[in-house]
């Protein structure tokens, strides 16, 4: 858990996630905040934003199908 590292002592985290979802495309999420006090007992988390997002120029490798993290 993150707040179990040494270098954190902010009071909430704000968890994200990232999903390449095809040529220089990337799919990313914004969570609601987590506090320090309620990590523990989390079991779910709201999406409070999300947007593909296309990289321009173009990124090799972003979204290939012949990624080691394709689906």
């Known amino acids: 858990m993150v707040f179990s590292l040494p270098n954190v002592s ?9 999903k390449s979802v ?10 609601d905040i987590v506090t320090r006090d309620a990590a523990e007992i989390t079991e779910a ?12 120029p173009p990124v090799p490798g972003i979204g ?8």
Do not use: T
Request: aromatic share 8%; glycine share 2%; hydrophobic share 50%.
């Open 22 to 31: 095809g040529p220089s495309k990337i799919h990313i999420i914004e969570y």
């Open 64 to 71: 290939a199908s012949n990624s080691r993290l394709a689906d």
């Open 10 to 18: 902010q009071p909430f985290v704000v968890p994200i996630a990232l």
């Open 45 to 56: 988390l709201s999406i409070v934003n999300q947007q593909v997002f296309e990289l321009v």
